[in-house]
């Protein structure tokens, strides 16, 4: 009578070769694991019943049930390592789980080519003032903001009472006309020499559909409109190139951008067709020196221009609502500015000013600079807010390195009204002498 298998190898080690066995049927690499012989690895496996064995290459087993599938008895100790097997097995699933969901917004970027963005400190030409030789000026950097560019929206000039009109060839020959008196300024009437420029690029670039009247009116739909602003963008900051040699870009998403019907506050930016585009030119001035892009998934920007620090976002989220009758949006943009400074300097993040969009104002505050919409005064405000109309501008100023701010501009997009023929260069009412 032949002697039981588990007799000269004990229980539990049996039990082990058989564990061993359902992970992999080698039976040569078994027993060198074990360290037994082939013949005792091949009498547990004739034993157990698992049928004969091939010294071919291990392959994983074709069950995904547990180990403790392939048998029904063993030892206590067996069945403790069968348990902690299969802990581990469920562990490692739920942590390769939690690994794509940490990584989704890298992935995001990974698929649109710009893992290799720009590091998010600003420039050190923004830190430390230009070597200045015997009789030149002191070097200032231009900060300017472009924001609510409201690509596709379009404004019919009936129902503005002939005010404004608003299309997407009226807003490319708008922004051809920003960039270039940017730069006619800057060469004509600023200090003259200049390390670079900044350009905040604060949001609501395409209009997004946001709301259903736009929807139903936009001049065309939302990601078309998202590649025309990136092609644009792309010229323009050639130009910025051009004439500054380095630009630095703070970037911010606006709410006309977004994706959702309301705002999402969890992974915000990553709904937002700005953000789309801020990565795409990203991606194509990738490998440049001279430009670089801050995108942060905070959605605000902090840089210094020198000493002076700022705080770049685009306004919709203050933590404020509403407005005056009399005032109009200065009360909650003061009030929302206190409330941001607050947050920022309980958290050791003060900043010296914000910097904002999004109101479609052109306001120089004692602690904020607010843009003014490049689309201009629109049915909404006609209507609904019965504002004042301005005209279509976006802010340039002008940072020394001791002095600060030195010069404000609005900077104007449409042509000047034309002067009275033989006006004077002043003139006064009163009685004749």
Request: charged share 25%.
């Amino acid at each position: 009578m032949p002697r039981p298998v588990g007799a000269h190898l004990g229980e539990a080690e049996a039990e082990r070769i058989r564990l061993a066995l359902a992970r992999n049927p080698n039976i040569s690499q078994v027993a060198r694991e074990m360290g037994v012989e082939r013949s005792t690895v091949r009498r547990v496996r004739d034993r157990a019943g698992e049928g004969a064995a091939s010294d071919a290459p291990a392959k994983p087993p074709p069950s995904t049930a547990p180990a403790s599938a392939f048998r029904l008895g063993g030892s206590p100790e067996s069945r403790r390592i069968v348990q902690l097997e299969d802990e581990v097995r469920r562990l490692r699933t739920e942590l390769k789980a939690a690994h794509r969901a940490a990584l989704d917004e890298e992935a995001v970027r990974e698929i649109i080519g710009s893992l290799a963005r720009a590091p998010t400190e600003p420039p050190d030409w923004l830190l430390k003032p230009a070597t200045q030789r015997k009789g030149e000026s002191t070097a200032e950097v231009p900060v300017c903001t472009w924001s609510d560019w409201h690509l596709a929206e379009v404004v019919a000039l009936a129902e503005t009472n002939g005010i404004n009109a608003y299309n997407l060839e009226i807003a490319e020959r708008r922004i051809r006309t920003l960039v270039e008196n940017i730069i006619s300024i800057c060469t004509r009437h600023g200090p003259g020499r200049y390390p670079g420029i900044v350009v905040n690029l604060l949001g609501d670039i395409v209009s997004g559909g946001l709301h259903p009247e736009l929807a139903k009116t936009d001049q065309e739909g939302v990601l078309p409109a998202v590649l025309r602003a990136r092609d644009i963008l792309v010229w323009a900051f050639e130009r910025m190139i051009s004439a500054f040699g380095q630009v630095y870009v703070p970037c911010a998403a606006g709410n006309h951008g977004r994706n959702t019907l309301k705002p999402e506050y969890k992974r915000y930016i990553f709904k937002n067709h700005d953000w789309l585009i801020y990565e795409l030119l990203a991606r194509h001035f990738a490998g440049r020196p001279q430009i670089r892009f801050d995108i942060r998934d905070s959605n605000e920007v902090r840089y210094r221009v020198f000493g002076q620090r700022y705080l770049a976002m685009h306004g919709d989220m203050l933590g404020v609502k509403g407005g005056d009758g009399i005032i109009g949006a200065i009360g909650p943009i003061v009030r929302g500015e206190v409330k941001t400074r607050g947050q920022a300097a309980s958290s050791w993040r003060d900043y010296d000013v914000l910097v904002i969009g999004h109101w479609h104002q052109e306001l120089w505050l004692p602690r904020a600079i607010v843009a003014n919409a490049l689309k201009g005064f629109d049915e909404y405000a006609r209507l609904a807010l019965r504002t004042i109309p301005s005209e279509p501008s976006q802010p340039l100023w002008f940072v020394h390195p001791r002095r600060g701010i030195t010069s404000r501009w609005n900077v104007r997009v449409e042509a000047p009204p034309e002067r009275a023929e033989g006006e004077g260069w002043v003139s006064w009412e009163g009685e004749a002498a």
